[in-house]
């Protein structure tokens, strides 16, 4: 394998969207010291984010959201100034450890064809590798050639109170894609609290899609279902059946407790069933919500 010169850095593009980053943007950007290009996308953050990025010697732009399409990262990918053909998208709760650095050095140079690579993600939940619960393998294609890929837009991410950013959207590539072998960090240094607040918004969002999943549109360039295709159209595949299922907070607490061996995961991973049966409740009630009022 190719390895990334210490003296050099890689002629690599590097995009962290955030808003009040200021517990994780530090060391997300210290673990992509190596590359020649780092940028920090920001929404108006109120604490110490944009002092921290600078003072780590990333460059800043601003992004002000007044609603609707596009969104924070499809908006960095038409309009910033890259440097260099091929970039890689963290969120600032992310870490790309040595070895995967070293991986991505290799491919970016040899790329044999490919226009992408997907990257598996290792969710670290209170301290602890969440391995079970249907967390991981988690596979999000997060390095490509920047005019290659766009972020697909469902028609739910006009809904009011979803945040700015590309969240639960893939990204839709013009060509072939490959798989990386070493795992992107996932671990956010913020509060349960911090953890709550999010998935409020992510569920507001998530209710705006399931209605136009049950009434069978798929969104503008949007990722194909498909239960043979690849991870992520697998992935659809099954959510579309999903949404039309009765009982979800209480089938998607059995299916990542004891169907995805959650239990093995000890007391974080009971916590974070429960979190992610609670958000799958909200959703239902802000679907149910929106039936109601026609939508």
């Known amino acids: 394998m190719l390895r990334a010169n210490p003296r050099a850095k890689l002629p690599l593009s590097v995009i962290i969207p955030v808003k009040n980053?200021?517990?994780?943007?530090?060391?997300?950007?210290?673990?992509?010291a190596w590359a020649d290009q780092v940028i920090v996308v920001?929404?108006?953050?109120?604490?110490?984010t944009c002092e921290i990025a600078e003072k780590k010697g990333a460059q800043?732009?601003?992004?002000?959201?007044?609603?609707?399409?596009?969104?924070?990262?499809?908006?960095?990918?038409?309009?910033?100034?890259?440097?260099?053909?091929?970039?890689?998208?963290?969120?600032a709760d992310e870490r790309v450890p040595p070895q995967?650095?070293?991986?991505?050095?290799?491919?970016?140079?040899?790329?044999?064809?490919?226009?992408?690579?997907?990257?598996?993600?290792?969710?670290?939940?209170?301290?602890?590798?969440?391995?079970?619960?249907?967390?991981?393998?988690?596979?999000?294609?997060?390095?490509?050639?920047h005019r290659s890929g766009r972020f697909e837009r469902l028609t739910g991410t006009n809904t009011?109170?979803?945040?700015?950013?590309?969240?639960?959207?893939?990204?839709?590539?013009?060509?072939?894609?490959?798989?990386?072998?070493?795992?992107?960090l996932h671990e956010d240094f913020k509060s349960i609290s911090a953890f709550v607040e999010r998935h409020n918004r992510y569920s507001t969002w998530e209710a705006?899609?399931?209605?136009e999943f049950r009434q069978g549109r798929s969104g503008v360039q949007s990722i194909r279902a498909s239960l043979f295709g690849a991870p992520i159209e697998r992935k659809r595949?099954?959510?579309?059946?999903?949404?039309?299922?009765?009982?979800?907070?209480?089938?998607?607490?059995?299916?990542?407790?004891?169907?995805?061996?959650?239990?093995?995961?000890?007391?974080?991973?009971?916590?974070?069933c429960v979190l992610m049966s609670f958000h799958e409740?909200?959703?239902?009630a802000k679907s149910y919500e929106l039936q109601r009022k026609g939508v």
């Open 237 to 272: 595949w099954i959510k579309r059946l999903w949404v039309r299922l009765p009982f979800r907070p209480a089938l998607r607490f059995l299916w990542m407790y004891l169907v995805r061996r959650g239990i093995l995961d000890r007391r974080p991973g009971f916590i974070f």
């Open 160 to 184: 009011a109170d979803t945040g700015d950013v590309e969240v639960h959207e893939h990204v839709v590539l013009k060509g072939k894609a490959g798989y990386l072998r070493h795992d992107l």
């Open 21 to 32: 980053e200021e517990a994780n943007i530090g060391a997300c950007i210290d673990s992509v």
């Open 281 to 284: 409740a909200m959703i239902s």
């Open 208 to 211: 705006a899609v399931y209605q």
């Open 60 to 91: 800043l732009f601003q992004f002000e959201f007044r609603g609707g399409w596009p969104k924070k990262k499809n908006w960095a990918l038409e309009h910033l100034p890259f440097d260099h053909d091929w970039i890689l998208l963290l969120d």
């Open 100 to 145: 995967l650095a070293e991986e991505i050095a290799s491919v970016i140079q040899r790329p044999d064809g490919r226009e992408g690579f997907f990257l598996n993600r290792r969710l670290i939940f209170l301290g602890q590798w969440i391995r079970h619960c249907g967390w991981y393998p988690s596979w999000n294609l997060r390095l490509f050639r």
């Open 42 to 48: 920001d929404s108006l953050s109120s604490d110490r």
